[in-house]
């Protein structure tokens, strides 16, 4: 019975070898199939402007199919395809189908890659942004990539060499989860983003502490006094997003809006959407 066959199979571990350590091992031997297999998925939230109160954008949230469990969120998987060797690939695979799909999107829309610091220290990068936007036809400024504090904490002189490639290629950088790093600021130095993104964490408590609040406000302004746009993750309510168009931020992105939708909801959802001439 399947039973047995299951009881066999825990024979090979460690009797010791703690359960979490097993369901892991066992997540990374499915993790090394499912590209081949094609059951990663994009998702996409959209990023809304409050000025103009229309759509600019939408941010890539990557999502495993798996055959058995389902859908499984990148915070379980992302850490092990770090980890197993995976990331680059993985990352390669999210920045050609972003593209590919933002291709067909209004020219007025931008489509956000979250990379991973690992990406970073792989040659590859920079060749496979060039190759994604060479193969979907999308301009290089609709595609803006998403990185946070920890890639600037790495060997800092190639790291920030790779980001100027990738902004000499004219896509667009954003700093990810801001503020949650351990020097926040000193990294607004070292590079001239395009979008500094106010981390959700900030958001979730603007209602009820004053101090998350006074951040907020002093981001928006210090993003301005740079010249780099604000985007408040998170946003849930209606008040904090009145909150947010008060302190002056540029962009809001949460559930208050959408949640990430599959392609296939979000072509039904935005019926406006037209395809754009530049792939026609
Ligand atoms: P992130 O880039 O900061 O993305 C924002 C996360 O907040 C997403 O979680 C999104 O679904 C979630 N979110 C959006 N609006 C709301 C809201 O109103 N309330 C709450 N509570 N959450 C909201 P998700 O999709 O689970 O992604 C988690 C993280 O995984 C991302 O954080 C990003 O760091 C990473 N990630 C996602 N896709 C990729 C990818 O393709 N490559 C890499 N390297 N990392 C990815
Ligand atoms: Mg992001
Ligand atoms: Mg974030
Ligand atoms: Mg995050």
């Not at 939408?58 to 499984?72: D, K, S, V």
Request: glycine share 8%; charged share 25%; net charge negative.
């Amino acid at each position: 019975s399947a039973k047995s066959d299951r009881r066999g199979t825990f024979r090979f571990f460690e009797p010791a070898m703690d359960v979490q350590l097993q369901a892991r091992r066992v997540l990374e031997v499915d993790l090394r199939k499912a590209l081949a297999q094609g059951e990663f998925e994009l998702f996409y939230q959209p990023q809304v402007n409050i000025a103009q109160n229309e759509i600019t954008g939408f941010e890539a949230l990557l999502r495993w199919r798996h055959p058995e469990r389902g859908l499984i969120s990148p915070g379980e998987f992302i850490p092990i395809a770090e980890d197993i060797g995976l990331i680059s690939p993985l990352g390669e695979w999210v920045i050609a189908q972003a593209c590919a799909d933002a291709a067909i999107w209004p020219r007025d829309i931008k489509v956000a890659v979250n990379l991973s610091p690992v990406q970073f220290r792989n040659k590859g990068l920079v060749s496979s942004v060039v190759t994604a936007l060479a193969n979907s036809g999308l301009g290089p400024d609709r595609l803006e990539l998403e990185i946070t504090e920890s890639v600037l904490l790495q060997d800092n002189e190639s790291t920030l060499a790779i980001l100027h490639q990738l902004r000499g290629l004219g896509v667009r950088i954003a700093l990810d989860d801001f503020g949650t790093g351990y020097s926040s600021l000193s990294y607004l130095r070292s590079f001239p983003f395009d979008k500094i993104k106010i981390d959700q964490s900030f958001v979730r408590e603007l209602s009820s502490r004053a101090d998350c609040l006074a951040i907020v406000h002093s981001i928006t302004r210090l993003g301005e006094s740079l010249g780099m746009s604000t985007t408040a993750e998170g946003v849930e309510t209606e008040d904090q997003f009145i909150q947010l168009r008060a302190a002056g931020c540029t962009e809001v992105q949460g559930y208050y809006f959408a949640r990430p939708k599959s392609i296939r909801e979000l072509v039904f959802s935005l019926g406006h959407f037209r395809p754009s001439t530049e792939v026609a």
